[in-house]
């Protein structure tokens, strides 16, 4: 069964950058029918994606954080990475990973890991 | 402000069907599939339907998924106390490149 498991700094001075990463076992990373996705979730609020990297390593982002993320594979280790740079409060969120089938029809977000919260504060 | 719309709340008594609304535009759900999340505080979500009508294997069929035009619902009939959850519309946005949420809607059963 796969698993994702988040990690990483629970809290991250403002202006500073956000590194997280998403641990996969029970299956690879590189398997081609799937992408792996970061979506976020403020405190009380809706969900938010921020970006989808595919097994090839093409990504796409959300345009309202285009200019701040980067998302990567390390296939060796089976893992997924998140940089957010020049964080803010309003960066405080739990962030989760989840896997998509690359046909959409094929599926929806799932599984997704249990999230990570970061808190953005000096 | 979400790309899709959803009431924030809906409630019911057990027993009864609820409906829950997903509202969006041709670059959304007028031309991609929607998919539906259940979560529970504290836990992340979990996919309830998928292809706007599928459901995933251990998904009671007392869930159902719809979509006419630029608008999706999911219905739950039989509605169970442990239905009590926020649900999650999504879909792929052509104009966002990329995918859109609906803000979450919160299930009480009464």
């Known amino acids: 069964q796969l698993q994702l498991q988040e990690s990483g700094p629970g809290l991250v001075k403002p202006s500073e950058t956000l590194s997280l990463t998403c641990t996969v076992s029970g299956g690879p990373i590189s398997d081609i029918s799937y992408n792996w996705v970061w979506i976020r979730q403020p405190p009380g609020k809706g969900l938010e994606w921020i970006g989808t990297?595919?097994?090839?390593?093409?990504?796409y982002y959300n345009p309202s954080l285009k200019s701040r993320v980067t998302i990567s594979v390390d296939t060796s280790k089976n893992q997924v990475s998140l940089r957010l740079s020049s964080v803010t409060a309003a960066d405080t969120a739990v962030y989760s990973c989840a896997r998509h089938p690359v046909l959409r029809y094929l599926g929806g977000f799932d599984p997704w890991g249990q999230g990570t919260l970061v808190t953005v504060s000096s | 402000q979400s790309v899709l719309t959803q009431p924030p709340s809906a409630s019911g008594a057990p027993g009864q069907r609820v409906t829950i609304s997903c509202s969006g535009s041709?670059?959304?759900?007028?031309?991609?599939?929607v998919s539906w999340y259940q979560q529970f505080p504290g836990r992340a979500p979990k996919l309830l339907m998928y292809s706007d009508n599928y459901r995933p294997s251990g998904v009671p069929d007392r869930f159902s998924g719809s979509k006419s035009g630029t608008s999706a619902s999911l219905a739950i009939s039989g509605l169970q106390s442990e239905d009590e959850a926020e649900y999650y519309c999504a879909a792929w946005d052509d104009s966002l490149n990329g995918w859109a949420f609906g803000g979450g809607t919160e299930l009480t059963v009464l």
């Open positions: 041709t670059s959304n759900i007028g031309s991609n599939i």
């Open positions: 990297i595919s097994y090839n390593g093409n990504t």
